[in-house]
């Protein structure tokens, strides 16, 4: 583990429990109350975040969600990215990777372990990307708009990787720093979209310092009306986040009936 993690994290965990308890009001709201006893005691224990992304599935990150405000959520996304231990690695090396704001900006650092005989990038999660993306084999998946070296390491060999949004599509991961290129691409995105797929859209974290132009309300304001929802945000690289979206629990249902 990197030197200072466990202190960081020890941090980041008080901050999550004191700013949970914060924003809950027992006497109205006795699921949150329940949920924030929930957290306590499973971080404290650790001295970390570490359980606050295990016991939440899609549905209690959903919920959380939509009880804090889209900053809040998105700090508490970042604390657990960072500091989670079961996303921190031992295994370090340089990586050239470029940010979204400086193309031939040089990482360190970078976590990396061996995967089915080659190298998986694993960003700030111990999980390999591909897992993490929701890709399983034989998928379709798109990838679009990355910036330069952004790859999805160590796929299923039965994976078929385009770099055209043709459906239908199982995955697609979309990058994009304005939010006019969202907007002029969602009609493709989603018509490529298979019923049972899943879009994320990338932009670039501010938590990192980078400048973005798109946040993460904006693309709920964009993408819902689809028939989407929302339902995690995640930390792709150091430089970017992803917001995952599906179609409603009515229309994967029906299988053909999803569309823009």
């Not at 061996?114 to 111990?126: A, K």
């Not at 390999?128 to 399983?136: A, D, F, Q």
């Not at 964009?222 to 629990?249: C, H, M, N, Q, Y």
Request: a positive charge; glycine letters at 8%; aromatic letters at 8%.
């Amino acid at each position: 583990m990197p030197a200072g993690a466990t202190a960081v994290g020890n941090r980041s965990a008080r901050f999550l429990v004191n700013l949970v308890g914060t924003r809950v009001d027992p006497a109205k709201d006795q699921a949150n109350n329940a949920w924030v006893r929930t957290a306590s005691e499973a971080m404290e224990p650790h001295g970390t975040g570490a359980r606050y992304v295990n016991f939440l599935g899609d549905e209690g990150e959903a919920s959380v969600r939509s009880a804090y405000q889209a900053d809040t959520y998105t700090r508490l996304q970042d604390l657990k990215a960072r500091y989670d231990p079961t996303n921190l690695s031992t295994s370090t090396r340089t990586s050239s990777r470029p940010s979204p704001t400086s193309p031939t900006a040089a990482h360190s650092a970078q976590t990396c372990v061996r995967y089915r005989g080659g190298p998986v990038m694993f960003g700030y999660s111990g999980t390999p990307l591909w897992r993490k993306l929701g890709v399983k084999p034989s998928h379709t998946v798109a990838v679009l708009g990355q910036p330069t070296g952004w790859v999805i390491e160590g796929l299923p060999e039965d994976v078929v990787l385009r770099s055209r949004a043709q459906g239908p599509l199982e995955a697609i991961v979309a990058f994009f720093d304005r939010r006019s290129e969202v907007e002029r691409r969602r009609p493709v995105l989603v018509r490529a979209l298979h019923w049972d797929g899943s879009i994320w859209i990338a932009w670039p974290r501010k938590a990192t310092g980078h400048v973005s132009h798109i946040s993460e309300n904006d693309l709920r304001a964009i993408i819902l009306p689809t028939g989407l929802v929302d339902t995690k945000v995640a930390a792709l690289d150091e430089d970017w986040s992803g917001l995952k979206f599906v179609w409603r629990k009515e229309r994967r249902s029906r299988p053909g009936s999803a569309s823009d």
